[in-house]
C-alpha cells in the first residue's frame, strides 16, 4: 500500500466514523471495506441490494457512501436518487459512486443523479483518497431544484465566463 500522509489521516478520521458500502459483489464490497478502514474507517456497513439501501443509510447515519454503477438486484443510480429526494437527515451525505464501466453515460448519469464524486475501477489507493479528500474536505453547494437534488455540479465558478449560459445571478455587475 502506498503510504498516506499522517496530517492527512486526522483530517479525514472524523468523516470516516460511519461508512455504508453498496456493491453487488462481496469481493468488490470486502476489499473497498479494507481500504476504508486502513484510512481510519470505524463503522463500516455493506449491502448487497439496492431495496434495503435506504434503512441501511438512517439505520447507519451514514457520513460517507460508497455505491458501485449496476449489478443483480442493484442500481446505484436508483439508490442515489432516491436518497437525495428522500426525507432521511443522511440525505446530503457524500456520495462517491465507483464502476469499471466508465462511459459518457455513466458518468452523466452518476452526476445527474446526485454522486459527488466518480471513481473509475480499477481505482488505486491514491484515486480513491482524492475523491474523499474532495468530498469530505472541499464541499460543494447543495441545489435543491425541480430537476435536481446535490452537490453543485460545477466544480469551479470561472469568472471569465461570460456566455449566455452563465446564471443570472451570477453575471458580473
Known amino acids: 500500500m502506498l503510504a498516506i500522509d499522517q496530517s492527512f489521516l486526522r483530517k479525514i478520521a472524523p468523516h470516516l466514523e460511519r461508512v455504508v458500502i453498496f456493491d453487488p459483489s462481496a469481493n468488490s464490497a470486502r476489499l ?10 470505524r463503522h463500516v456497513a455493506t449491502i448487497q441490494k439496492t431495496t434495503s439501501a435506504l434503512d441501511c443509510i438512517e439505520n447507519h447515519k451514514a457520513q460517507l457512501i460508497l455505491t458501485e454503477f449496476k449489478g443483480p438486484e442493484f442500481d446505484g443510480l436508483e439508490m442515489i436518487s432516491s436518497l437525495r429526494r428522500s426525507a432521511l437527515a443522511e440525505r446530503m451525505a457524500p456520495v462517491i ?38 468530498v469530505m474536505l472541499k464541499p460543494r453547494d447543495w441545489i435543491e431544484a425541480k430537476a435536481y437534488v446535490g452537490p453543485d455540479r460545477r466544480r469551479f465558478n470561472s469568472e471569465a465566463y461570460t456566455g449566455t449560459r452563465r446564471r443570472g445571478s451570477e453575471k458580473a455587475a
Not at 473497498?32 to 474507517?41: H, N, Q, T, W
Open 97 to 134: 459512486l465507483y464502476t469499471a464501466e466508465a462511459t459518457v453515460e455513466s458518468i452523466r448519469g452518476a452526476r445527474d443523479a446526485g454522486a459527488h464524486e466518480f471513481l473509475r475501477k480499477p481505482y488505486t489507493l491514491k484515486d480513491l483518497t482524492k475523491r474523499i479528500e474532495n
Open 32 to 41: 473497498m471495506v479494507e481500504v476504508i478502514r486502513g484510512l481510519g474507517g
